[in-house]
């Protein structure tokens, strides 16, 4: 539950947009999140009030926001990485920077950076959370629509090489009344060289690829969709679907839908993992028949979508762009197709397939049959 607090102060403030500096006043209000890697706030902010040469106000008086205002230790190579991941990114489906300012704590004497991103009221962990204790999963147009926003800001942001390298609920914000999605938290997120070793140990656990979890140093971004597939299976389920003790039982876990990963998974993945391998099989009919027993309230696109997607091997996996054409999402491109936000019987109509250029180019081949369809 968020936390009331009252703390108004004035200091130097950069505007993301411009890089201009304007000394603000910032009025926190609520702390909606913590944890280790930091503080999350909500707040409002306004020019401080001034007078130019000419008696005119500089700006604007008003306030701005509502904001959250992520706050990390400075002067730290993984955080900074964070700020310049979000100065490069502007998309309607990864949470916007607005501003960005140092201060000191006077309690610790530790500076802090702090990161004035868009506030969004929920996030999707919450509306699973939400719909599991009505005994319903979240309705099927939302599901289509928030899946869609998902892989469509990962074609985005895999575009730029960049890894999120945390895909889980509770970094995908979500507004039920406008039915939208952003994703959230690039505090993991990097920009992956080709054939340059990254750390294995990231990503959270129910939600990290099979090649992580024993250990892969070279990996892509299609760890990225491998959380995109355990997000669209939990929306249906209602649960994480894999739920691992630990991360060698995480991959048993895997291995009770999946089926035993194969010998040449773990050579390409790790040549020099010496975990359980869980040769053993756990069910006996085929692996589209499993999806089908564990996905038994689901549509068949649905399944076929998650067959596509929850694959051991990284190069078989999905991409982006291979997800977005998929016939899953082929309702969402009907002339007619209305989406009902939670508690109203009014129905929207969402703005989905305002591709840019730059998005369109990155379906490459697949962008003829997008269009097509669209």
């Not at 506030?119 to 509306?127: A, D, F, K, W």
Request: one cysteine or more.
């Amino acid at each position: 539950m968020p936390q009331t607090l009252s703390n108004e102060y004035v200091l130097d403030v950069t505007e993301n947009s411009s890089s201009n500096k304007a000394k603000m006043i910032v009025k926190e209000y609520n702390k909606i999140g913590e944890g280790a890697f930091g503080t999350v706030v909500e707040a409002i902010i306004k020019y401080h009030y001034s007078e130019n040469t000419d008696g005119d106000l500089d700006k604007s008086n008003e306030w701005l926001g509502p904001f959250a205002i992520k706050r990390v230790p400075a002067q730290t190579e993984y955080k900074s990485r964070e700020l310049e991941l979000l100065r490069i990114v502007n998309h309607p489906n990864i949470v916007g920077l607005k501003y960005f300012f140092d201060k000191k704590n006077p309690k610790d004497g530790i500076i802090y950076q702090n990161l004035v991103m868009e506030c969004l009221p929920s996030n999707l962990q919450n509306e699973i959370k939400f719909y599991r204790q009505s005994k319903y999963t979240i309705p099927y147009p939302h599901m289509k629509a928030y899946t869609f926003q998902l892989a469509r800001a990962m074609l985005y942001l895999h575009g730029f090489g960049i890894s999120h390298r945390d895909i889980k609920p509770s970094n995908i914000l979500v507004d039920p009344s406008k039915v939208t999605l952003k994703i959230c938290d690039f505090g993991s997120a990097k920009k992956l060289e080709p054939n340059q070793p990254s750390v294995s140990y990231i990503c959270s656990r129910y939600y990290r690829a099979p090649e992580l979890i024993i250990g892969c140093q070279v990996y892509t971004t299609k760890i990225d969709i491998w959380g995109l597939g355990c997000v669209i299976a939990e929306m249906f389920l209602g649960k994480p679907i894999f739920q691992g003790q630990s991360p060698e039982l995480q991959l048993k876990e895997i291995s009770k839908l999946l089926g035993p990963p194969s010998n040449s998974f773990f050579f390409k993945s790790n040549p020099h993992y010496r975990g359980s391998m869980f040769q053993t099989r756990l069910f006996n009919c085929s692996i589209k028949e499993r999806f089908e027993q564990i996905f038994s309230n689901s549509p068949p696109d649905a399944i076929d979508l998650l067959l596509k997607i929850l694959v051991y091997d990284p190069e078989v996996r999905a991409s982006p762009k291979e997800v977005l054409v998929h016939p899953f999402f082929h309702e969402l491109k009907k002339e007619n197709f209305q989406v009902y936000p939670r508690g109203t019987n009014v129905p929207i109509v969402l703005n989905l397939f305002n591709f840019s250029n730059y998005e369109l180019e990155l379906l490459g081949d697949l962008k003829n049959e997008f269009l097509n369809n669209n």
